[in-house]
């Protein structure tokens, strides 16, 4: 079947604009996760869906970054007024939650900001 | 907090070689155990897991098993091939629907 999607694949943009990331999960799956991989900090988590609820936001960095996640599935991660510190990888990951220990990662969006 | 510490890379071996790469943990309860691997151009793949103390998670000729009282999980293969090149990532789950702790990854080449 299908995996968890992501997109765009690559994306440049320049400091101080907005961009934003999506991430199509695997169909059933009720839990979805962001993390972010770069090079200086290895791989981070940002946040947690369970359904559209998040209850966990502890990983963003700053209140630039936000992401929501509507009707159970899509989610878009958003990060507002972008630093080049903000170049990485963006993973985005599902699973079936309600006691589930499996995630299923996406191939990721590789943000550079120029 | 949780953290995961990885032996520092990266491993370069010789095809059939015998693998081992150290993974040690820190956590309160009794977390999950995951190796992922990361193949050149693609995303993050798990590998195996074990969910409880003595368990031995294994997949693709890898093996791991989950020790508490030394809050490792060392992952080994007896002989690699070229096509195990890859980043491979230890990991941990406090609990379900939780985030995963990751080490800093190791970079393994496999040479003919």
């Known amino acids: 079947g299908a995996g968890v999607s992501q997109s765009p694949s690559n994306k440049v943009t320049e400091k101080g604009k907005d961009v934003e990331l999506r991430c199509d999960p695997i169909?059933?799956?009720?839990?979805l996760y962001w993390y972010r991989q770069s090079l200086g900090q290895g791989l981070e988590f940002l946040i947690y869906?369970?359904?559209?609820?998040?209850?966990?936001k502890s990983g963003l960095p700053s209140d630039r970054f936000s992401a929501e996640r509507t009707g159970g599935s899509v989610s878009t991660l958003t990060i507002q007024r972008t630093q080049q510190e903000d170049s990485a990888v963006y993973l985005c990951?599902?699973?079936?939650?309600?006691?589930?220990?499996?995630?299923?990662f996406g191939p990721g969006t590789r943000l550079t900001v120029t | 907090g949780d953290s995961v510490t990885q032996m520092e890379g990266p491993v370069t071996l010789s095809e059939e070689a015998f693998l081992t790469i150290n993974c040690t943990y820190t956590?309160?309860?009794?977390?999950?155990l995951f190796w992922y691997v990361q193949y050149p151009g693609e995303g993050l793949q798990l590998l195996l897991k074990a969910t409880k103390a003595d368990d031995k998670g294994s997949n693709k000729g890898f093996e791991a098993t989950y020790r508490k009282e030394t809050t490792s999980f060392h992952l080994e293969k007896g002989s690699v091939q070229v096509s195990d090149s890859a980043v491979y990532f230890c990991a941990l789950l406090p609990g379900a629907n939780s985030k995963l702790t990751f080490g800093k990854g190791i970079t393994l080449s496999v040479r003919p």
């Open positions: 869906f369970q359904g559209n609820s998040a209850p966990d």
């Open positions: 956590a309160t309860g009794y977390p999950s």
């Open positions: 990951a599902s699973g079936l939650g309600f006691s589930s220990y499996e995630q299923y």
């Open positions: 169909s059933g799956h009720t839990a």
